[in-house]
Nanobody, 121 residues
Framework: QVQLVESGGGLVQAGGSLRLSCAAS????????MTWYRQAPGKQRELVAA???????NYAESVKGRFTISRDNAKNTVYLQMSSLKPEDTAVYYC???????????????WGQGTQVTVSS
């Protein structure tokens, strides 16, 4: 199994910054894409940013230019640097990893437990 543990959430004023981390552990053969999602109260979960094993990135339009996703493959960790935060960024942020446990295993999706980000106006 793969365990994902997020950290770095909290309360910040509008215009401030936070850095989220998500560390994957377990018997991992390879991690492909790692993705940050978020879910605000009463809304569907949405993709925030994704990064491939080769560090190609993709962002939601709403966060382009403000958020930066990166990863450390040696540590199986993905980061989300969030700047110029807005109240509408308030949500629970979830980490997702596409991982294989063995070379012959299928790729599966694994989720973290989520970390709360609250941006006050």
């Amino acid at each position: 199994q793969v365990q994902l543990v997020e950290s770095g959430g909290g309360l910040v004023q509008a215009g401030g910054s936070l850095r989220l981390s998500c560390a994957a552990s377990g018997s991992i053969f390879r991690i492909n894409a790692m993705t940050w999602y978020r879910q605000a109260p009463g809304k569907q979960r949405e993709l925030v940013a994704a990064i491939t094993s080769g560090s190609n990135t993709n962002y939601a339009e709403s966060v382009k230019g403000r958020f930066t996703i990166s990863r450390d493959n040696a540590k199986n960790t993905v980061y989300l640097q969030m700047s110029s935060l807005k109240p509408e960024d308030t949500a629970v942020y979830y980490c997702n990893a596409e991982a294989k446990l063995r070379s012959f295993s299928p790729t599966r999706n694994y989720w973290g437990q989520g970390t709360q980000v609250t941006v006050s106006s």
